[in-house]
Nanobody, 130 residues
Framework: QVQLVESGGDMVQPGDSLSLSCVVS????????MAWFRQGPGKEREFVAT????????YYEDSVRGRFTISRDNARNTLYLQMNSLKPEDTAVYYC???????????????????????WGQGTQVTVSS
C-alpha cells in the first residue's frame, strides 16, 4: 500500500520559516519524481516545486522561487520543503505527490501538472497570519 504522509504544517507569522516533510512508503522512492502542490482557501490546487529522481534538478513556481527549497533523501524515503520568508498568500494545504519515472520530467507543462503524479498525500495545513 502506497502512503505519502506529510507533516510540519503550522500557524506562523509573516516572515517566519517552516519545514515540511513527506515520508513515503510502499513504492521505490528513488524511481519517482516528487513534487509539492498547495491549495489555498477558495483556490485551485497549484504547483509549488518539483525535484528529479536523484535531486539534481529542481523547479519552482515563480512566487516561491528564492524563498522555498525542495529536497529529498532517497535513503530515508523522504521529501522536504523548506519555506522561508513566509507570506499570508502562502496559506494553504500543502500536498506532496509522486510521479513515476523521469521521461516526462523534461517538460515544464508536465512537471507542473497534477496529472503527471500518481500518488498523493493527505496534506498538511500551513497558515501564515499576524
Amino acid at each position: 500500500q502506497v502512503q505519502l504522509v506529510e507533516s510540519g504544517g503550522d500557524m506562523v507569522q509573516p516572515g517566519d520559516s517552516l519545514s515540511l516533510s513527506c515520508v513515503v512508503s510502499g513504492l521505490t522512492f528513488s524511481s519517482y519524481s516528487m513534487a509539492w502542490f498547495r491549495q489555498g482557501p477558495g483556490k485551485e490546487r497549484e504547483f509549488v516545486a518539483t525535484i528529479s529522481l536523484r535531486g539534481g534538478n529542481t523547479y519552482y513556481e515563480d512566487s516561491v522561487r528564492g524563498r522555498f527549497t525542495i529536497s529529498r533523501d532517497n535513503a530515508r524515503n523522504t521529501l522536504y520543503l523548506q519555506m522561508n520568508s513566509l507570506k499570508p498568500e502562502d496559506t494553504a494545504v500543502y500536498y506532496c505527490a509522486a510521479g513515476f519515472g523521469a521521461s516526462w520530467f523534461g517538460s515544464s507543462r508536465a512537471r507542473k501538472s497534477g496529472r503527471s503524479y500518481d500518488h498523493w498525500g493527505q496534506g498538511t495545513q500551513v497558515t501564515v497570519s499576524s
